[in-house]
């Protein structure tokens, strides 16, 4: 019951973010539209979802906690990986590299939000 919990979080994050013009993004795929290619553990976990590539300034706030405006690949994926538990952290380091349009190894609030 708390990874569906999970999951309806996350399709709300992706549909308020679509709504307000966030990036593009990717939802999950429901279980019985899986591929039958793909493992059962696959469609069951949350953990290999790909998350929307903005993330909420709530969320950018939280993971920022030495307040320097910007974070870490390593705040970002511990972030999701480790305190969420919402992405692998494969996912999460490449839903960072996304985000890191400069190339810094650091995400700026703009970078991360699509806010100023």
């Keep these: 019951m708390e990874k569906l919990a ?11 973010l679509t709504a307000c013009g966030g990036t593009e993004t990717t939802t999950p795929t429901a279980p019985e539209e899986a591929s039958p ?15 929307v590539k903005l993330i909420p300034v709530a969320v950018f706030k939280e993971i920022d906690i030495d ?3 910007e974070i ?5 994926v511990e972030y999701f990986v ?15 590299k996304e985000l890191d349009k400069d190339t810094t190894g650091t995400l700026t ?8």
Aim: glycine letters at 4%; charged letters at 35%; aromatic letters at 6%.
């Design 72 to 76: 870490t690949q390593v705040q970002f």
């Design 37 to 51: 290619t793909e493992s059962p553990l696959a469609q069951e976990s949350p953990e290999t979802i790909t998350t």
């Design 109 to 116: 609030k703009e970078e991360a939000t699509g806010e100023k």
């Design 67 to 69: 307040k320097k405006g």
């Design 82 to 96: 480790v305190k969420k538990k919402e992405l692998t952290k494969e996912d999460a380091e490449k839903n960072f």
């Design 6 to 16: 999970k999951l309806f979080a996350l399709l709300v994050s992706v549909t308020v």
